[in-house]
């Protein structure tokens, strides 16, 4: 009896232990709670811009728009122009390079390569007036535009390739009038369609960002928390927290998941250990570009075929640009799984004139670094994409060619498709030295991608990664990873251990079988 | 010689024997689940239980050890060279001659030569190899920032790759066990004497009485 009772208690306790380590409490965590009722909470403007006299004014030029809006805020312009959407460029200390200007200005990506000698046409994306090759717009602070972050109204555009100006035709009382805080419109019209189109660059960034659904992004959702841009980049005196690093060196002013969410977001103590190095998004954005492609190759080698003297255009079946011959071949893709790579906040990057070390393989433009034993670095998920862009074989750096002109006749590649004028005078602009010989290289960038967040019950399976075929992480090979590793020489040896152990059994089996009926005969025999 | 039922396996401990067989099982599928080896209840489900079934294999442990040593039951593991060579040719020559067990089994010594070396080699070696890999499994620390330097360990490898070896070496220590359970005086005695705790053996105090008349 006293042995029944021992024998109860202690399967009692090892069904208390099973209960108490198998259930889920299902209570949400109370950060994520208070965040939705933080963000639930619709925050109303302390002004009605459209009471002030200065803004129902006739206004001849968007300056005058600028003029009247510093005549209240006044000591708002050094702060804009403090600001790297302003300057085009940050200062970042490399290793190797010391403090450097990092930016739209003097990098090389590997979509329309460069900025330098085409500012008329890039300056459609900056926040300033009058933008030329000369710089002298970063001077004269009416030159800021205030308009293209804070209209409220998406009523203002920017004209093509007049140096950033806008559209004359606008109604800029109106707009003037509806000034707020920047929203999903004031940010996407440029982030969206960076690189010459819709989510040519980013992947995670496109024009289904102004209005998703929770599919696209969990936060963004206009049918969930219906977040804006500037609920998580968070802004102090124009400096906005977050940056992507096609343009960022050092591990400074970044936004992340955690400063909400803290490092610890989930139940499961497994998932929260997960967190030291495996970035948020690795689980959480399963895969990007989820409702229109982007952009995965670009082949500039391609570029400049024409059909009757005619520079012509092709789409692919998805009835995007499959070919442009002022821009050479692409190759776009929906529904992107990202690849993966170690990432502590550092990068280094190509910058004009830099020597190639290497011209037999591609060409990184923006390495970003980290390994499985940088206490930093964690796994995150990137877009890679891939060009073939101009270089100059002697000198060995990247060609910066000038693309844009108003005429024909300025040597500009996209007027007169010729690579030979195009790289001289592009390269004048940006006073580097041109052998004139042109040869194609293989580059990539690596995009880190952010934004698109599933929905939990959507992100990534444990055993997408913990598997031994396809493992979403089978190129990172610096680290044991549970249920994808094992040591080949074990589990041979375990399995022949076994195979043996059976066959042994086995072979005694037999002999014991044949020797009992053996045994047997005899008896019966005597 | 008379033969008598005995009352060799203790309640507890024939309850720690099948508890442990179900949890080693256990143990070893969803291990091996985890390993890769083959898909069963998913990657995380499969870590779930096999740490629920660890923490369980752990108590039991500890209940096992304060059983042995209260109860002096231990000193049957511990391994003799006597008669260790009988038992081998027991296994490789005798069984097939229907030569009796060169071991006799009773009460007080219920392990022969070869059991008790195997057993003692499982609870000091292999049993204790998986449970601290296993549980520096469960606590690795990932190489971190602000934590102590000291209790780092750079990598899980060395880790993951002993438990395997601990595991593989009792899924083959199974396969054989279940085997040479069969080696007993019937087919199912042995079996049947881990189920009930009864054991039909010699009486030898009885034998020892009779011969002296």
């Known amino acids: ?526 | 010689m008379s033969k008598k039922q005995f009352y060799i396996y203790k309640g507890f401990e024939r309850f720690w024997h099948w508890m442990q067989a179900i949890l080693i099982f256990f143990l070893a599928f969803t291990g091996f689940e985890i390993h890769g080896t083959y898909s069963f209840f998913g990657f995380r489900d499969a870590v779930r239980y096999h740490n629920v079934a660890a923490y369980m294999f752990i108590g039991l442990i500890v209940f096992a050890i304060f059983w042995h040593l209260t109860t002096g039951e231990y000193k049957q593991y511990i391994p003799t060279l006597v008669n260790i060579k009988a038992q081998l040719n027991y296994y490789i020559f005798g069984i097939f001659r229907n030569a009796p067990h060169p071991t006799k089994k009773t009460v007080l010594s219920k392990l022969n030569p070869l059991q008790k070396l195997t057993y003692f080699g499982l609870k000091i070696l292999v049993i204790p190899l998986s449970l601290t890999s296993g549980l520096l499994y469960i606590f690795y620390r990932y190489p971190s920032r602000h934590g102590i330097k000291a209790i780092n360990i750079e990598t899980l490898e060395v880790i993951a790759i002993v438990h395997t070896v601990a595991a593989v070496l009792l899924v083959a220590f199974i396969i054989t066990h279940l085997y040479l359970i069969t080696t007993g005086e019937t087919l199912t005695s042995n079996l049947k004497a881990m189920l009930t705790g009864y054991e039909e053996l010699e009486d030898m105090h009885h034998t020892e009485q009779k011969e002296k008349k």
């Open chain 1, 1 to 526: 009896m006293k042995k029944i009772v021992l024998i109860l208690a202690f399967f009692g306790l090892l069904v208390i232990i099973a209960i108490g380590s198998l259930s889920q409490r299902d209570i949400e965590p109370t950060t994520l709670i208070k965040l939705k009722e933080k963000y639930s909470k619709v925050e109303q403007p302390s002004v009605n811009h459209g009471r002030f006299e200065i803004l129902k004014q006739k206004f001849n030029s968007p300056q005058e728009v600028t003029k009247a809006c510093q005549s209240c805020h006044n000591t708002t312009a050094h702060q804009v122009m403090n600001s790297n959407h302003w300057n085009w460029e940050r200062e970042e200390y490399v290793k190797g390079r010391g403090v450097i200007y990092l930016g739209k200005r003097n990098a090389i990506n590997n979509f329309c390569i460069g900025t330098q000698g085409n500012e008329k046409s890039c300056a459609k994306c900056h926040v300033g007036y009058g933008m030329d090759s000369k710089g002298e717009v970063y001077t004269d602070s009416l030159n800021i535009d205030c308009l293209v972050c804070h209209d409220n109204s998406e009523t203002y555009a920017k004209a093509p390739e007049k140096g950033g100006a806008p559209l004359m035709n606008l109604d800029f009382n109106k707009i003037a009038q509806s000034v707020g805080k920047p929203k999903r419109t004031n940010c996407g019209v440029c982030h969206f369609y960076g690189g010459g189109g819709n989510n040519v660059k980013h992947g995670d960034l496109e024009m289904a960002m102004f209005e998703p659904t929770k599919d696209i992004d969990v936060h963004m959702g206009t049918d969930g928390m219906n977040l804006e841009c500037t609920d998580c980049h968070t802004t102090i005196q124009h400096n906005i927290a977050g940056k992507v690093y096609s343009l960022s060196s050092m591990n400074l002013n970044r936004n992340n998941c955690e400063q909400c969410h803290t490092d610890t977001p989930h139940t499961d103590d497994i998932l929260n250990e997960h967190t030291l190095k495996v970035a948020c998004q690795t689980c959480h954005i399963p895969n990007y570009a989820k409702a229109n492609a982007t952009k995965m190759y670009w082949d500039w080698s391609t570029a400049g075929r024409l059909k009757n003297g005619e520079p012509f255009v092709e789409e692919d079946s998805m009835g995007n640009h499959a070919y442009m011959s002022i821009k050479g071949s692409f190759v776009w893709e929906k529904n992107v799984k990202p690849d993966y790579i170690w990432f502590n906040g550092t990068a280094s990057h190509y910058l004009e004139g830099d020597k190639i070390k290497d011209t037999t393989k591609a060409l990184i433009l923006n390495k970003l670094h980290g390994s499985y034993s940088d206490d930093e670095a964690k796994l995150i998920p990137v877009k890679i994409h891939k060009a073939k862009q101009p270089y100059d074989p002697v000198n060995k750096i990247l060609i910066q060619p000038k693309l844009f002109a108003e005429t024909k006749g300025e040597g500009a590649f996209w007027k007169d498709f010729n690579w030979q004028t195009a790289s001289e005078e592009g390269m004048k602009d940006a006073k580097l030295p041109f052998s004139g010989k042109i040869s194609f290289l293989e580059t990539e960038m690596y995009w880190p991608v952010n934004h698109m967040v599933a929905s939990k019950e959507n992100s990534v399976n444990c055993n997408e990664c913990h598997t031994r075929d396809e493992s979403r992480l089978a190129g990172i090979n610096d680290f044991y990873l549970p249920g994808r590793d094992y040591s080949a020489l074990v589990d041979t040896g375990g399995k022949w251990l076994i195979i043996l152990s059976l066959t042994g059994i086995f072979i005694h089996a037999l002999f014991r079988f044949y020797a009992s009926k053996k045994i047997k005969q005899r008896a019966i025999n005597e």
